[in-house]
């Protein structure tokens, strides 16, 4: 089993910043790709930014250019989200993601809420 924890999520004002961070624990071995996902209120859950083993990134296009994914490899115990120019429309619950021997295990999400 993996167990995962987010946390850095909070109230900010559009154009501001916020860093997620994502402990994970647990069966960390063979740990492959970590994912940001998140949710909004009445939206499918969607793919934020991913983050292979071998440190190759992917962004969602909405976030692209604002958002970067980063991981402790050393380790395999933490995935960061470093969020700036945040918007209204990033308002969600983030979760974190990881992939391992073909299973996804989850987070429990950590609310960010973009507003003036």
């Known amino acids: 089993q993996v167990q995962l924890v987010e946390s850095g999520g909070g109230l900010v004002q559009p154009g501001g910043s916020l860093r997620l961070s994502c402990a994970v624990s647990g069966s960390i071995f063979s740990i492959s790709t970590m994912n940001w996902y998140r949710q909004a209120p009445g939206n499918e859950r969607e793919l934020v930014a991913s983050i292979t083993r071998g440190g190759s990134a992917y962004y969602g296009d909405s976030v692209k250019g604002r958002f970067t994914i980063s991981r402790d490899n050393a380790k395999n115990t933490v995935v960061y989200l470093q969020m700036n120019s945040l918007k209204p429309e990033d308002t969600a619950v983030y979760y974190c993601?990881?992939?391992?021997?073909?299973?996804?295990?989850w987070g429990q999400g950590t609310q960010v809420t973009v507003s003036s």
């Open positions: 993601q990881v992939l391992r021997a073909g299973l996804a295990f």
